[in-house]
């Protein structure tokens, strides 16, 4: 009996540190999408402020010649 209640005590304390993984491997995943999503906007700003620019300079330019 001994040989079972070490099988069920490996599969219990194996089940807990599965249910503490999970637990914060989702916690983790969602801070890194949350902030990945941040930088995804803020790109997306950088780019249109970009491409604006590049108009508009091109525009000063063009008027400036």
Partial sequence: ME??????GMASIASLLLAIATV???FIY???KKKS???KIK???NIQAGRDV????????????
């Fill in 24 to 26: 914060g491997g989702g």
């Fill in 3 to 8: 040989f079972f209640n070490t099988i069920a």
């Fill in 37 to 39: 999503n941040a930088q």
């Fill in 43 to 45: 790109g997306n700003n």
């Fill in 30 to 32: 969602f801070k890194l």
């Fill in 54 to 65: 590049k108009i508009n300079g091109g525009g000063r330019n063009a008027l400036d010649k």
